[in-house]
Structures are given as C-alpha cells and as structure tokens.
C-alpha cells in the first residue's frame, strides 16, 4: 500500500465496532469500504442509513455511501480487512477468509482477547495479519445507530517498515484515534485484565457506570484483577498502563471509597450511563459470550504456571451455566457474586 492509494478497506461481521468503524470510513469517502453483515442490518442502513453518535455529536451517513453486502466474497479485492466478529467465531471467519482473500491482503483483528490474531495467522499463513486493541466501546440502537459509549484510541501493531502508513491515516482521517504501537501484548494483557468485569455485567444487567460507583460490585472486580494480576505477575507477563495508570493502582482504585472513585472516573473516562458490557447483550440474545476469551485466558494461563484462579474459573463457570440456560443475565447482585466467588477462592 502506497500513502497516496485509494484503500478497500472490507469490514469482516458489520456489528457495534464493525459498524462503527466501517461507518466512520464510508462518511469520510476517502476508502472503498464494503461491509459483510447481517440482513437485518443491511435493510436498516437501506432504510434510514447509517448514524453515527458520538459524545458531542452525530454523524448521518447516506445509505448510497454505505456498501453492506452477507457474501464475503466482495472482499476479494479488499487491501485491508478488518475482522470484527465475536472471538468464538474467528476460526469460523478465518477459513471463509482464506477462499476468499488475496495473498496481499492485510488483515487486522478488532477483536477483545489475546488469541484472535493467532488463529487468524494459523488459517491465513502468507497474509500480514495485524493484532488491534479497540479502546472505545460501541453498542448499537435502533437498527442501525452506533453510539460510541467510551472514549479510547484503536491501537494497531503495524510492521515496522512503514507498510500499514495508509491505513493508519485513513483511520485518523475518519476521526478515529488509531495509535501505532510495537509489540501489542501488553496492551492486549491490559484490555483483556480490564474486560475481566464483563463477567460481573453480564452476570448483574448493571450498567458499566452504575458498576464502577458501587462499592460492593468494585470488590467483586478486585477479586477478579488481584487474582489476573498474580497470574501474568508469575507467568512473567508484561502489562501496559491502563490509560497510564499502572494496573495494581487501579486495583488499589477500586478499593476506594465511592466519592473518591467518582473524581478519578470522570478524570480518566467517558462513560455513557446506559452502557452495558456487550457479554450481557450475549447472555440476553442467547448468544454465546467471549468469556473463555478473556477470564478463561486467565484460568488457561494459570494452569500453564501451576497456580489456579479460582475465582475467574468460578465466573466462567458462572456465565456458561447462564449461556446453557439461556434464560439471559440471572441478575445476581453483587453480595451473591462476591459470595459465589470467594467460595471458590
Ligand atoms: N462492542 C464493543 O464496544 C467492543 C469494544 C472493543 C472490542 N470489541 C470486540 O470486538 C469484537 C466484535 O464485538 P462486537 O461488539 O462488535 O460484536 P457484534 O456486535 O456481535 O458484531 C459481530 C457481528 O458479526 C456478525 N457476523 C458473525 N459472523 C458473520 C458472518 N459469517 N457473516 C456476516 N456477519 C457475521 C454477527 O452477526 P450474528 O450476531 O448474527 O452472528 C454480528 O452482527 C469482539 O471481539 C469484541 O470483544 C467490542
């Protein structure tokens, strides 16, 4: 890719970060974007287009400008792809992918979890597959309205001769904050350590901001991170800053009275009120969550070392009995959770 191309950029699995992401391109018009979707999707970007909401203000984007097809094969002749599918189906995604791409075509992973790049490689061996780490999160309202509820860059591992040049200014050219960073892992370590409280929003229904201000839901998170934190202190893994704070701090955070917790919140984060993690989302569509992705990597990584984790394996345990009874979230309160979990401990 030259910096003065027009890209094709494709966007593997249109949903809240594939939309979005793929939206903020089409608006800009300086890519070819093709998104591969859902019908339902399809047909409520056909009917109103596609919006745009951020913090501050909303974008509307025409449905002309928005190309979203279900066949994957109109990736073919994509530059770049983005998979942006949920990590329990990239093994899935990643054999269409490999029919359907060009050697050259670069593929980067959207996706939450340390593993999705791998299998990617595995199953694409001769393309430049490219791990990201999403910062912001996004969910989606009345079919096809992305509303960007938390603030935060997309974090690319780009290769280091400067290849990935165009792609990363066709993101900041579409008002997105993507950062270029080398090697990605702790970044990865550190997205995964702060999504371990999925769980526990999945598990409650609570929203993310009503979590974060209660007491009593902190110390469920603290239990999950002191334990996530022993584990990749003894497997010798390296985690990056959580938007500089050092992860053991925001441990300590958490322990803090509510009052103190408000003002390091609202220095630090954006936070929509009505924001849920998406794991909740999963339990309430019935559909299968990430969380093998991300406390079971703790669990797994443990085991590796001769430790347990005995509450992140409980929590997992948790959300499969959940994912089996396909009833949604059970809406455990935070003394039943921190119950179940010490328990285990
Ligand atoms: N949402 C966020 O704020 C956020 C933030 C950071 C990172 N992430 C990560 O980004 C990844 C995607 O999350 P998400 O929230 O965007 O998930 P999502 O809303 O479920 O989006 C994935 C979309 O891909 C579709 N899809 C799956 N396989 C497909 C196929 N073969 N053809 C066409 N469409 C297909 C899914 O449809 P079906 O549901 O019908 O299968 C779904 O609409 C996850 O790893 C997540 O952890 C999300």
Redesign the pocket.
Same mark, same amino acid.
């Given at each position: 890719m030259s910096a003065n191309e027009r890209l094709h950029i494709g966007i593997?699995?249109?949903?809240?970060?594939?939309?979005?992401v793929g939206g903020r391109l089409a608006a800009k018009g300086a890519v070819e974007v093709t998104l591969?979707?859902?019908r339902?999707?399809a047909d409520a970007i056909a009917e109103n287009g596609l919006t745009l909401r951020d913090f501050d203000h909303e974008d509307r984007v025409d449905a002309s400008k928005v190309r979203i097809e279900?066949d994957?094969h109109l990736l073919s002749s994509c530059d770049v792809v983005f998979c942006?599918?949920?990590?329990g189906?990239?093994a899935?995604?990643a054999k269409?992918l490999a029919n359907v791409l060009q050697p050259t075509t670069v593929i980067v992973?959207?996706?939450?979890?340390v593993r999705?790049h791998e299998i990617l490689r595995e199953a694409l061996p001769g393309n430049p597959v490219l791990p990201a780490?999403?910062?912001?999160?996004?969910?989606?309202r009345d079919g096809a309205v992305f509303q960007r509820? =938390?603030s935060g860059p997309l974090i690319i591992e780009t290769r280091p001769e400067g290849q990935d040049r165009a792609l990363v200014n066709a993101l900041r050219a579409a008002g997105i904050d993507a950062e270029e960073v080398r090697p990605i892992a702790p970044e990865q370590w550190t997205?995964l350590v702060s999504?371990l409280n999925?769980a526990v929003g999945a598990l409650s229904g609570s929203s993310t901001r009503d979590m974060i201000l209660s007491r009593q839901y902190r110390r469920v998170i603290a239990l999950l991170l002191d334990e996530a934190l022993d584990v990749l202190d003894r497997a010798g893994v390296h985690a990056a800053k959580f938007r500089g704070v050092p992860l053991r701090i925001m441990s300590l955070i958490m322990k803090l009275p509510t009052p103190i917790v408000r003002l390091v919140v609202r220095a630090q984060l954006r936070v929509d009120p009505e924001a849920r993690v998406?794991m909740w989302?999963?339990l309430e569509?019935r559909?299968p969550t990430?969380v093998d992705? =991300?406390n079971g990597e703790i669990v797994s990584l443990a085991e590796k070392h001769a430790m347990n984790a005995p509450a992140n394996q409980r929590i997992v345990e948790l959300v499969h009995n959940a994912e089996r009874a396909g009833a949604g979230s059970p809406r455990m309160n935070a003394e039943m959770l921190l119950r179940r979990l010490k328990d285990a401990s």
């Open positions: 593997m699995g249109a949903g809240a970060i594939g939309g979005y591969i979707g859902r339902t999707l279900e994957p942006c599918v949920k990590a189906a990239t899935k995604v269409t992973s959207l996706q939450n979890g999705n780490v999403v910062g912001f999160n996004v969910i989606i509820a =938390l997205k999504n999925n998406s989302t999963d569509r559909r990430e992705f =991300l």
